[in-house]
């Protein structure tokens, strides 16, 4: 039998198996369970987080017979009915999966449609799912809304999207609408954690950790780089192989080059700089690395209490000791210079010549370099000769004349 990748293998069969969506399954399980069911639904999320697989567990709810056949509407499928098997094994006739991405058309969409005439053949509703509905045209679009406001009693249309944005307001008015959210890297790591204890596969906590932080919040792309992990580690997974793996940088770069900043230590800074360029290390993930760190030193320092939280970590001791070389304002400069700094990476012609430049403006915007700096920049100031400046003569104003006053006559003297 040929390998099953563990993205498909592991895909969760029910509500219970799914995780990190439990707003979701929440209010999908109350629907179920008192039947109070829309026609319609769109499911909106990043890549990986389960939007295929809902829609499929919806459309088993929908189906279920049961284990002895008489089974009803439910939100937890038996999985062993001939509806639920078929609709795992993607050959139930009353379930059509449309990729909008390759038909995107107005003739497969009234292909589709065309269908929705028929009632079921085999279970108790239809179900159409459109994945990556926001491909496709206008037309089409214009095509389903009718059908889609007002379907037959037995079809249930399930939408899925990464971007919900490019939906018209005219189908997004017609469904009910949730989000699936991205994952929290403790969340991932729990869930590769029991994966690859039933695949009996050892693993360090360390190499988990970076698994869980490189998916970004996708279930399906941290399984993916699970499976290229034990490929790479021939059957097991270590915290080198993994970040050799990924081109991570080791957080011993990082903690030398934020104490080398603490301590204003700008030829630490540039040999850290060219070492990594040497070994061949991103620039991006070395900037994103020291804004981690940052954030967790940041944490420390405001609410201490909450960072004991984080004891479990073997980086946590010597971030506690960095977070006490730095005072609270240098540590959030220093934050956000590191995330601009990663933004104008792709505006440099040479990534590591631009790592440098970030590395060197961080040594000096630190707000104690700038009071040092200050005393003596005012000494230039005052030490410069001062120039010579031309100015306008201001005119001399002309005296005004002085009137002379007229002589009074002497009287004649009378006879």
Known sequence: MSYLVLARKYRPRNFSEMVGQEHVVQALGNA?????????????????????????????????????????????????????TDIDAGRFVDYTELDAASNRGVDEVQSLLEQAVYKPVQGRFKVFMIDEVHMLTNTAFNAML??????????????????PQKVPVTVLSRCLQFNLRPMAPETVLEHLQHVLQSEAVPAELQALRLIARAARGSMRDALSLTDQAIAFGSGQLQEATVRQMLGSVDRSHVFRLIGALARGDG?????????LRVHGLSAAS????????????????????????????????????????????????????CLHGRAELGLAPDDYAALTMVLLRLLAF?????????????????DAPARAQLTTPTPTPTPTPTPTPTPTPTPTPTP
Not at 366 to 382: I, S, V, Y
């Open 32 to 84: 179920l369970t008192t039947q109070r069911l829309h026609h319609a639904y769109l499911f909106t999320g990043t890549r990986g987080v389960g939007k295929t697989t809902v829609s499929r567990i919806l459309a088993k709810s929908l189906n279920c017979q049961g284990p002895d056949g008489q089974g009803g509407i439910t939100a937890t499928p038996c999985g062993v009915c001939q509806a639920c």
């Open 146 to 163: 009718k059908t889609l406001e007002e379907p037959p009693e037995y079809l249930k249309f399930v939408l899925a999207t990464t971007d």
């Open 267 to 275: 030829k630490t800074v540039v040999d850290t700089s060219e070492e």
């Open 286 to 337: 070395t900037l994103e690395e020291m804004a981690t760190v940052l954030q967790r030193m940041a944490v420390f320092q405001a609410v201490p209490e909450v960072a004991a939280a984080d004891d479990a970590d073997p980086d946590a001791t010597e971030i506690r000791r960095l977070a006490q070389t730095l005072a609270p304002d240098e540590t959030q400069l220093l934050y956000s210079l």
């Open 366 to 382: 630190q707000p104690g370099a700038a009071a040092q700096r200050a005393p003596a920049e005012k000494k230039t100031l005052n």
